[in-house]
């Protein structure tokens, strides 16, 4: 990929991902949401970070979070995007407590919203039991 060949890329990381590898759905997910490789598609992007997020994968979990957030492939939803970062959080990204604090502060989510988003999204099968 760091040579641009995109497609290639693709090929490679098909099996990966049909053997189930959080990392290659990941990773493919990022080549769907740019459009490398293969046609733009939010929809598929966010089809591949929910397989890898619901094992527990926190970058998969950080970008499945954005989409909610921005409303990219997915209905905008700040309760669930607060929850994915939540678990991204707890799986050990660095990065889902700046995105934790963005989503409190770019939405304004009270601190009852807040509450409510952590106990409903306590645990990581609700978050995967919830369909896209």
């Known amino acids: 990929m760091a040579q641009g060949k995109y497609a290639r890329a693709v090929r490679w990381l098909e099996p990966e ?17 740019l459009g490398l490789g293969v046609p733009r598609n939010a929809r598929r992007a966010a089809e591949l970070y929910h397989a890898a997020a619901k094992s527990g994968y926190a970058a998969a979990q950080v970008n499945l979070g954005n989409l909610y957030r921005q409303g990219i492939g997915v209905n905008a939803d700040a309760s669930r995007a607060y929850g ?5 959080d707890i799986h050990g990204s660095p990065a ?15 601190p009852l919203q807040q509450a409510t988003a952590n106990e409903r999204w306590d645990r990581l099968e609700q978050l995967v039991a919830e369909p896209l």
């Open 96 to 110: 889902a407590e700046y995105y934790l604090y963005q989503i409190s502060v770019e939405y304004t989510l009270s």
């Open 84 to 88: 994915w970062y939540r678990q991204a």
């Open 17 to 33: 991902v049909k053997a189930g590898n959080p990392q290659a759905r990941t990773v493919l997910g990022n080549l769907y949401y």
